[in-house]
């Protein structure tokens, strides 16, 4: 299976934060990573996403 893409992963994750949190867009695209990461994850729990996967992900994106 390939790794997920950036654009791909942005846009699902903006999606559900519009439905869930009733997020406009500007909201989610101003929120920082650690911010999403804090209200999606149950209390007392850290993010699996690291910044290492998103720039991993960002240059899958741009070649």
């Not at 009733?22 to 989610?28: L, M, N």
Request: with cysteine.
């Amino acid at each position: 299976m390939s790794e997920p893409r950036f654009g791909a992963s942005a846009l699902r994750l903006c999606a559900f934060a519009a439905r869930t949190f009733g997020w406009r867009p500007a909201e989610f695209w101003t929120a920082t990573p650690a911010e999403l990461a804090a209200i999606l994850a149950p209390p007392g729990e850290s993010s699996g996403v690291s910044r290492d996967d998103i720039s991993r992900m960002m240059e899958q994106d741009h070649g």
